[in-house]
């Protein structure tokens, strides 16, 4: 799994433009996915706003182009601190043995909501592994890229 933006990082301002970003997915010859799930977080920001007026999930909003519709879909970001287990995710896409898919993605920071830096962090969940499964089999990828908001 990789992720490239303009830049290497994300760099966002509030109420500014969304950051677009592209995730490729690259499947080797070993074995074909049927359930596989992406799992996007970022960490709390902590910059002294006070948590009552703090917009839902810290004014940040991440979506994901829909080539069929040609528009852009909302995606879950989650914004927190600790991780969900992998058995907390359920569904996902199919990925063939030397498949390779793309997606494009853009994150936004609205007008309100705490500034800072954390990295936006990418899991690839397969949620068909069975129970008990060694992490590297239920999370077969995991990415990371560098985030920094501010205001305008």
């Known amino acids: 799994m990789s992720m490239a933006t ?17 995730l490729t997915l690259r499947n080797g010859n070993s074995r074909a996915y049927s359930h596989l799930r992406l799992v996007f977080q970022m960490e709390i920001l902590v910059d002294g706003t006070p948590a009552a007026e703090r917009p839902p999930q810290d004014g940040f909003t991440l979506e994901r182009w829909d080539r069929t519709a040609g528009t852009w879909r909302r995606e879950e970001l989650r914004i927190a601190n600790d991780a969900l287990p992998h058995s907390s995710y359920a569904g996902g896409f199919a990925l063939a043995r030397d498949a390779v898919r793309t997606e494009r993605y853009r994150l ?6 705490p500034t800072g830096s954390t990295p936006l962090m990418v899991n690839l969940i397969d949620t068909g592994a069975p129970e008990g499964a060694p992490l590297h089999r239920v999370r077969p990828a995991s990415f990371s890229i560098p985030h920094t908001t501010r205001r305008g």
């Not at 936004?108 to 909501?113: E, H, N, P, S």
């Open 6 to 22: 303009s830049g290497g990082s994300i760099g966002l301002v509030r109420g500014g433009a969304p950051q677009e970003l592209t």
């Open 108 to 113: 936004r920071a609205l007008d309100a909501g």
